[in-house]
C-alpha cells in the first residue's frame, strides 16, 4: 500500500509541472454527455401540454428525485470550480464559501422553503403578492428576481468559459467568447425543448455525477496522503508561496469588515434565490417537499466537506501559480487536479461534469427568469390574469431567448473572475432584495404593499449601486473594467450595508401603507403557509 501511495504521489508532483490535455478526448467526452443530456431533454418535453408541466414538471417528481434535482440546483459551477480554486489559491478564506453556502441552505429549509412551496403556485411572486396588491408587487418582485438570476448567470457563463478554454487549450480572449456563446446557446435550446421537466431530470444526472466524481477525487487525494488531514494541509502550505498563511483567515479578505460582509451575503441569500425556492414546487404535496429537503441536506452537506480536501489537494498537487496561469485561472483548479490524480482520462471527465454542471445550473436560472416575466409581468400585470397557459408558455420562450442572449454578453465582460465571488454578488443582491419581503410576507401581518415595493426596489438599488462603487466593478487589475476607476465604496460585496436597507425600508414602507390591506388575506396566507391547505390549488386572488 505504501507503495502505492509513493507512486501516486510522484507521479502526481511531476503533474506540477506538466499538464498533458488532450483536447480531442475531452471535447469527445463533453460531447457524450451534451447528447445523452440533451436526449433526456427531448424525451421529457414530450408531456409539456401546460404552464403547470413547463414551470414546475407538472409538479410529478417525487421527494427523491427532488432532492437530487435540487442539490443539482443549489451545486453550481460556484461550489465546484469555485470554491475548489479559491481553496486552493487563498486557504481558509476560499473555504468561507463552503461554510457560507452549506449554512446559507439550511437558513432558508428553516425560514422559507416549505413555507413557500404551501403558500405558491409557481414563482416568488405569487407569494409575495398573496395578500398584497398584484400589479406593484409582482412587477418588483419579478424585477428583482430577473435581477439574481442575472447575477447568477454571469458566474455559470464565466465558468463555462474558463472551463472549456481549459478543456480546449484555447488562449485569449476571442477565443473563450466564443466558447461562452456555444454554451449560452445550449442552455437555451434546454429550456425552450424541456421546460422545468427536462430541466430536473438534467439536474438529477449532473448531481449524481458531480458528487460522485468528487467523492472519488478526494479518497484519491486522501489516499496519496495516507489518509492524513495533516499531511495534506502541510503539502499544501509548502506548496504555496503564502505558507502558513492559508490555514487562517485574512489571505483573500485582509478586511474583517469584508469578510462579515460576504459571509453575511452568504448565509442569508439562499433563502431569497428565486431558482433554488421554485424547485419546491415541482413536488404534489408538503410530505414530499420535506423528504426532498431531508435528501438535498445530505447530499449538499456532502459535497461541501467534500471541497476541503479537494482544494487543499489542488493547492498541493498543482500550486496556486500554475492554477493561475492556466486557461480559466482559478475557475481551473478541480480539473488540473484531475489530470494530477488521473491524467488526460479523469480531467475530461470531471471537466465534463463541472460542464454538465454548469449548463444544469444556467438551464434552472433561466426557466426561472422566464417564468417570472411570463407569469408575473405578462400574464398578471400585463394582462391581469386573462392570459392563457399556452400565451404564457409562447412568452416564456420568447423571454429564455431575450435572457440568454443577455447571459451571453454578460459572461463575456467577466472573464477571468472567480465564479464563487461572482455568486456571493447574486446573493447579497437576493438577500437585500428578495429576503426582507419574503420574512415579512410569510410572518408578519403588519406588512403592506408599500413595505414590500419599497423593500425590493430599495435593497436591490442599493446592493447594484454599491457594486458599481466597489473595486469589483472598477479600479483593480481584479475589476470588470480595470481601466476606469469609480470606486468609493472599499467593501467587495454589499450586503452588510445593503441587506439591512432592505430590512429597514420594508419596515418604514409597512407603517406608510399601514391598515390598507386585507387582514383577512394575512389570516389566510398564514394557514396555507403552515399546513399546506389549498397549496396545490393556490391562485391569484
Given at each position: ?5 509513493a507512486g501516486a504521489l510522484a507521479s502526481a508532483s511531476s503533474a506540477v509541472t506538466t499538464i498533458e490535455n488532450n483536447p480531442v478526448l475531452n471535447m469527445s ?101 398573496f395578500r398584497l396588491k398584484q400589479a406593484p408587487v409582482r412587477m418588483a418582485a419579478a424585477i428583482t428576481t430577473l435581477a439574481v438570476c442575472f447575477f447568477y ?147 449538499i452537506g456532502l459535497f461541501y466537506l467534500l471541497t476541503l480536501v479537494l482544494g487543499y489537494g489542488a493547492g498541493a498537487l498543482v500550486g496556486p501559480e500554475q ?219
Amino acid at each position: 500500500m505504501s507503495d502505492w501511495i509513493a507512486g501516486a504521489l510522484a507521479s502526481a508532483s511531476s503533474a506540477v509541472t506538466t499538464i498533458e490535455n488532450n483536447p480531442v478526448l475531452n471535447m469527445s467526452i463533453f460531447a457524450v454527455f451534451v447528447a445523452v443530456t440533451m436526449f433526456i431533454v427531448i424525451r421529457a418535453s414530450r408531456n409539456n401540454r401546460s404552464a403547470a408541466d413547463y414551470y414546475a414538471g407538472g409538479r410529478s417528481f417525487s421527494g427523491p428525485q427532488n432532492g437530487f434535482a435540487i442539490s443539482g440546483d443549489y451545486l453550481s459551477a460556484a461550489s465546484f470550480l469555485g470554491i475548489v480554486g479559491a481553496i486552493a489559491v487563498n486557504g481558509y478564506d476560499g473555504f468561507l464559501y463552503s461554510i457560507g453556502f452549506l449554512v446559507a441552505w439550511l437558513v432558508a429549509l428553516l425560514l422559507v422553503a416549505e413555507l413557500m412551496r404551501n403558500t405558491g403556485k409557481f414563482t416568488m411572486a405569487d407569494v409575495l403578492s398573496f395578500r398584497l396588491k398584484q400589479a406593484p408587487v409582482r412587477m418588483a418582485a419579478a424585477i428583482t428576481t430577473l435581477a439574481v438570476c442575472f447575477f447568477y448567470l454571469l458566474a455559470q457563463m464565466a465558468g463555462a468559459g474558463g472551463l472549456v478554454s481549459l478543456l480546449m487549450g484555447i488562449e485569449g480572449q476571442v477565443g473563450q467568447s466564443l466558447v461562452i456563446a456555444v454554451v449560452g446557446v445550449i442552455m437555451v435550446i434546454y429550456v425552450l425543448v424541456g421546460g422545468m421537466k427536462g430541466t430536473t431530470w438534467v439536474q438529477i444526472v449532473k448531481a449524481f455525477l458531480l458528487i460522485g466524481g468528487a467523492i472519488v477525487m478526494t479518497i484519491w487525494v486522501l489516499a496519496i496522503n495516507g489518509f492524513s488531514i495533516n499531511a495534506l494541509l502541510e503539502s499544501a502550505v509548502a506548496a504555496n508561496p503564502a505558507g502558513d498563511a492559508i490555514l487562517g483567515p485574512g489571505l483573500q479578505y485582509a478586511n474583517p469588515v469584508d469578510f462579515l460582509s460576504l459571509g453575511l451575503a452568504l448565509v442569508l441569500g439562499t433563502a431569497g434565490l428565486p431558482h433554488v425556492l421554485m424547485r419546491f414546487y415541482t413536488v404534489p404535496t408538503a410530505k414530499e417537499a420535506r423528504r426532498s429537503v431531508v435528501w438535498a441536506i445530505w447530499l449538499i452537506g456532502l459535497f461541501y466537506l467534500l471541497t476541503l480536501v479537494l482544494g487543499y489537494g489542488a493547492g498541493a498537487l498543482v500550486g496556486p501559480e500554475q492554477i493561475l496561469a492556466a486557461p480559466g485561472g482559478v475557475n481551473s483548479a478541480a480539473p488540473l487536479l484531475a489530470n494530477a490524480l488521473g491524467g488526460p482520462i479523469l480531467m475530461g471527465f470531471i471537466s465534463a461534469v463541472a460542464f454538465a454542471t454548469i449548463l444544469a445550473v444556467v438551464a434552472g436560472l433561466t426557466i426561472t427568469a422566464s417564468a417570472s416575466f411570463a407569469h408575473d409581468i405578462y400574464a398578471n400585470v400585463i394582462k391581469k390574469g386573462r392570459a392563457t397557459g399556452e400565451g404564457e408558455v409562447r412568452v416564456a420562450r420568447i423571454t429564455t431567448l431575450v435572457v440568454g442572449a443577455l447571459a451571453i454578453v454578460g459572461g463575456i465582460g467577466v472573464q477571468g473572475q472567480n465564479v464563487a465571488f461572482l455568486v456571493s454578488l447574486a446573493f447579497a443582491v437576493a438577500a437585500s432584495a428578495n429576503l426582507p419581503t419574503i420574512l415579512y410576507s410569510l410572518f408578519w401581518r403588519g406588512f403592506t404593499t408599500a413595505g414590500a415595493v419599497l423593500s425590493m426596489y430599495g435593497g436591490l438599488a442599493s446592493a447594484l449601486v454599491l457594486i458599481v462603487l466597489s473595486p469589483v466593478f472598477s479600479g483593480a487589475e481584479t475589476s470588470v473594467f480595470p481601466s476606469i476607476d469609480i470606486a468609493v465604496f472599499p467593501l467587495s460585496n454589499p450586503g452588510i450595508i445593503s441587506i439591512p436597507v432592505g430590512f429597514l425600508l420594508g419596515f418604514l414602507g409597512s407603517f406608510i401603507g399601514r391598515g390598507r390591506e386585507d387582514p383577512r388575506l394575512a389570516a389566510e396566507m398564514e394557514v396555507r403557509s403552515l399546513t399546506g391547505h389549498g397549496a396545490e390549488k393556490a391562485t391569484s386572488h
